[in-house]
T-cell receptor, first 114, second 109 residues
């Protein structure tokens, strides 16, 4: 157990629907990162939050949004889902990104859009 | 823009056959280079952080090295349980990690 908890582990939904993925960071970590992993693209950075505020954005679609709550857990909302959104979504956390200590990853949510 | 290229994409070894994985990178202001191991359907597991050229780190059968343009992950006398995808990532001026696509290692008994 890495200490980063992601729920649900698996999600199957239809095109056009909306889903919410949840992440609880490791105790003491203030930064949360979301990544998307598909077979041909590898790990793609979506968005980062630090202590409740958005810190950096990657190639996140406008249909996707995220937030980090006062208790530091984070949610990634995916709407108007398309078949191409099927992927593994990982959350990672770190205590201080500026120290270059790397991230701790959760076990991911596998999203299948049918 | 920070970039990471890993080679080969896939590598098959016999148990005990040592080899190396390559990670080439371009980054403005390297803060750290990271190696992760990922098993199928699971999250990446942290292995090493390297901060400056010339640095080396070891863990069991794995040894990571760093130059100004690339990093190597050396695997000595691998075992079947070393089979996994090995990911390289860099952290530059921004706080995000930029990952390569990985090298899928298969070690046959």
């Amino acid at each position: 157990d890495s200490g980063v908890t992601q729920t649900p582990k698996h999600l199957i939904t239809a095109t056009g629907q909306r889903v919410t993925l949840r992440c609880s960071p490791r105790s003491g970590d203030l930064s949360v990162y979301w990544y998307q992993q598909s077979l041909d693209q590898g790990l793609q950075f979506l968005i980062q939050y630090y202590n409740g505020e958005e810190r950096a954005k990657g190639n996140i679609l406008e249909r996707f949004s995220a937030q980090q709550f006062p208790d530091l857990h984070s949610e990634l909302n995916l709407s108007s889902l398309e078949l191409g959104d099927s992927a593994l979504y990982f959350c990672a956390s770190s205590v201080d990104p500026l120290k270059g200590n790397g991230y701790t990853f959760g076990s991911g949510t596998r999203l299948t859009v049918v | 823009e920070d970039q990471v290229t890993q080679s080969p994409e896939a590598l098959r070894l016999q148990e005990g056959e040592s080899s190396s994985l390559n990670c080439s990178y371009t980054v403005s202001g390297l803060r750290g280079l990271f190696w992760y191991r990922q098993d199928p359907g699971k999250g990446p597991e942290f292995l090493f952080t390297l901060y400056s050229a010339g640095e080396e780190k070891e863990k069991e059968r794995l040894k990571a090295t760093l130059t100004k343009k690339e990093s190597f992950l050396h695997i000595t006398a691998p075992k079947p349980e070393d089979s996994a995808t090995y990911l390289c990532a860099v952290q530059g001026g921004s706080e995000k990690l930029v990952f390569g696509k990985g090298t899928k290692l298969t070690v046959n008994p």
